[in-house]
Nanobody, 123 residues
Framework: QVQLEESGGGLVQAGGSLSLACKASGRTASRYSIGWFRQAPGSGREFVAVTRWSDGNAAYGDSVKGRFTISKDNSKATVYLQMNSLKPEDTAVYYC????????????????WGQGTQVTVSA
């Protein structure tokens, strides 16, 4: 079992920045890759970024490349998502999730999900 808890969402103006955190807990949490997804109203779940605990390799969705950065702190069992140059279309509920399929961008391969945190970007 892996438990995930997101924090750091909020309201920001376009062009601004926010940082999200995902704290993982559970006996086997270190075996999992942690990814971020987002879901806007009326839309499906979109892949944002993923990182692996083992080597820190990362992958990003096309819509966030160059603006978002995923990082991790193994000592705190926490994965961060730094979001810069935010746009109104980044508005969504952001979820972190855990997968044993290393680095996958496909949501159905993620076994554990956090409760989500709202990010709202005003124009």
């Amino acid at each position: 079992q892996v438990q995930l808890e997101e924090s750091g969402g909020g309201l920001v103006q376009a062009g601004g920045s926010l940082s999200l955190a995902c704290k993982a807990s559970g006996r086997t949490a270190s075996r999992y890759s942690i990814g971020w997804f987002r879901q806007a109203p009326g839309s499906g779940r979109e892949f944002v970024a993923v990182t692996r605990w083992s080597d820190g390799n990362a992958a990003y969705g096309d819509s966030v490349k160059g603006r978002f950065t995923i990082s991790k702190d193994n000592s705190k069992a926490t994965v961060y998502l730094q979001m810069n140059s935010l746009k109104p279309e980044d508005t969504a509920v952001y979820y972190c999730a855990a997968t044993l399929q290393r680095g996958t961008t496909i949501s159905r391969f993620y076994e554990y999900w956090g409760q989500g945190t709202q990010v709202t970007v005003s124009a």
